[in-house]
C-alpha cells in the first residue's frame, strides 16, 4: 500500500455538501450571496462574504461551529483511517480554503491522516475575521487552465504531487466536473473513483 497515492477531493467528497454554501447558508447569508454570485468570482466572492458575516458580528467560532455540523457518511472517515493504517498516501485537493478543510478534519479526528491539503489559503486576522485567498494568484500569475476557475487548477496541483511521489499508483476520488480536470491528468493504471449521488 505504500505504493499508492489517494488524492481526496473535499466538498461532497469527504463531507456531504459544499462547505462554502454550508457556511453561508447556515448564518444566514444566502440571499447577499446570491446577489453578488453573478458580479465576481466564487474564491473572492468567499473572502468578501467573511468580510460580510464578521461585519454582522459572527465570529470565527460560529464559523467553526457550523463547519462542525454536516452530517457526514458514517463510513467515510474509517475508510479514511484504514487506508492510512495500510500505508497509503493520503492527500486533499480542495477549492474550499484551509480553514475550513482542517477545521472540519480535526472535528472528524482525521486531519493526521493526510500528508498533504492543496487548497486556498485562509487566515483568521488580528480582528477574528477569516481572509481567504486564492490558491494560485490569477492576478501576479495565471494559471492559464480555462476550464478551471481562476484561483485553482487541480490539474496542475495533480500533476506537482505526481512528480513529488515518483512512480507511484493513484487513487482520485471526487463528486462531479470540478474532478473532470484532474482525472485527465491520471494514468491508465490509475483510478477514479467518483462518490455516487453526490456529483454536479
Known amino acids: 500500500m505504500a505504493g499508492i497515492v489517494v488524492v481526496f477531493d473535499f466538498d461532497k467528497t469527504i463531507i456531504n455538501?459544499?462547505?462554502?454554501?454550508?457556511?453561508?447558508d447556515e448564518l444566514g447569508f444566502t440571499e447577499?450571496?446570491?446577489e453578488l454570485l453573478p458580479t465576481m468570482p466564487w474564491n473572492p466572492l468567499m473572502n468578501r462574504m467573511m468580510g460580510e458575516i464578521h461585519?454582522?458580528?459572527k465570529t470565527i467560532e460560529d464559523v467553526a461551529e457550523v463547519l462542525k455540523r454536516d452530517p457526514i457518511h458514517p463510513l467515510v472517515i474509517p475508510a479514511i483511517k484504514t487506508a492510512h493504517?495500510?500505508?497509503?498516501d493520503l492527500r486533499i485537493i480542495s477549492d474550499a480554503n484551509v480553514f475550513f478543510n482542517e477545521t472540519i478534519l480535526k472535528h472528524l479526528e482525521s486531519g493526521e491522516c493526510f500528508s498533504e491539503i492543496n487548497t486556498n489559503p485562509g487566515c483568521v486576522d488580528e480582528e477574528g475575521?477569516?481572509?481567504i485567498s486564492p490558491h494560485h494568484d490569477f492576478h501576479i500569475s495565471p494559471h492559464g487552465c480555462p476550464p478551471c476557475p481562476p484561483n485553482m487548477c487541480e490539474g496542475l496541483v495533480i500533476e506537482r504531487i505526481q512528480g513529488s511521489v515518483g512512480n507511484k499508483k493513484f487513487i482520485y476520488l471526487g463528486d462531479g466536473s470540478g474532478d473532470?480536470?484532474?482525472s485527465l491528468k491520471?494514468?491508465?493504471?490509475?483510478?477514479?473513483m467518483p462518490r455516487k449521488s453526490c456529483g454536479t
Open 17 to 24: 455538501c459544499d462547505s462554502d454554501n454550508w457556511v453561508v
Open 32 to 34: 447577499l450571496f446570491n
Open 55 to 57: 461585519s454582522k458580528g
Open 85 to 88: 493504517a495500510l500505508g497509503c
Open 129 to 131: 475575521r477569516l481572509r
Open 180 to 182: 473532470y480536470r484532474p
Open 186 to 192: 491520471l494514468s491508465n493504471r490509475d483510478y477514479v
